[in-house]
């Protein structure tokens, strides 16, 4: 089993990085902290990066997770190989790329690019956000899957990965006592879906609806609060056509997650929002 401590890092192709850095700090309210001819380093909380636009195929993307034990990076390869699992080491220049000690990355099923991370840096400046949208921190990925269920029994055969629901055949995962770190979405591609930050409370949310408005950003989905999360949430299109979320929960499972009951939710969009905001996000809908 290879216990994972958290979701760490998004790595996203860009053609074009300074649209990428404007739409980051002028709208998401990242911090941008680096940037070379081909990187674009940003951060949202004390990590170095929760963030990397390089130069390359808006396609090509890559979602990072930190291990719980630094010493059990080998291991996790050898069990990956064993199992058949398309991996392999990171070399010392791209750990360096990554602000990372060192990594391994491996293909989940549908053909995602994910790396784990051991002894991942953090920065020894705070953030500060380029605006005030009330980031707290990174705090999850939607990943497309191919096949859900398929995807699902990957990340529990092989990770400490728990269900906390689904949603119609996708399961919002976790890998520590947080709601989701994760969430597996049908679709017919590879990719990152969305990317959550978290925001301190609903008058974030509604502050950025309205900045949204006023910048003529598309807002996506809500605002809106989750059935599964509880969450208050805002989803809103960016750059690459990126899908980014504020929301203001992290909601931790119970004091004991392993007696956690998952819950089923049909794929329909009152699942999603209890409030009756309607997606204009085709993986939120039948």
């Not at 990957?154 to 994760?182: E, K, Y």
């Amino acid at each position: 089993m290879i216990v994972l401590r958290d979701i760490y890092y998004v790595r996203l192709g860009t053609r074009d990085l300074d649209a990428a850095q404007r739409f980051a700090t002028a709208v998401v309210g990242l911090q941008a902290v680096d940037k070379t001819a081909d990187r674009l380093y940003l951060k949202s909380d004390a990590r170095h990066h929760s963030v990397c636009y390089f130069l390359g195929d808006p396609a090509e993307q890559v979602i990072a997770f930190e291990l719980k034990d630094w010493t059990a990076l080998a291991p996790a390869l050898e069990q990956l190989e064993s199992a058949g699992v398309p991996c392999g080491p990171g070399s010392r220049e791209e750990a360096l790329d990554r602000h990372v000690e060192s990594f391994v990355w491996f293909h989940d099923p549908t053909g995602n690019r994910i790396e784990l991370v051991a002894r991942p840096h953090d920065a020894g400046v705070r953030y500060f956000g380029s605006r005030d949208a009330g980031i707290q921190g990174f705090g999850h990925v939607g990943i497309c899957s191919t096949d859900p269920v398929r995807d699902e029994k990957f990340w529990l055969t092989h990770f400490n990965a728990m269900v906390s629901d689904w949603i119609g055949p996708c399961p919002l995962l976790r890998v520590n006592p947080r709601h989701h770190q994760m969430a597996l979405f049908a679709t017919d591609h590879k990719g990152i879906q969305h990317i959550n930050f978290q925001v301190a409370e609903i008058d974030d949310v509604m502050r950025s609806y309205y900045h949204m408005q006023k910048h003529g950003v598309k807002v996506v989905f809500g605002p809106g609060r989750h059935a599964t999360s509880g969450g208050i949430f805002l989803y809103f299109e960016g750059h690459d056509g990126m899908i980014f979320e504020y929301s203001n929960s992290d909601r931790k499972i119970i004091e004991s997650p392993e007696d956690h009951r998952p819950r089923q939710f049909p794929l329909d969009a009152s699942s999603f929002c209890v409030w009756g905001a309607t997606p204009d996000i085709a993986e939120f809908k039948e």
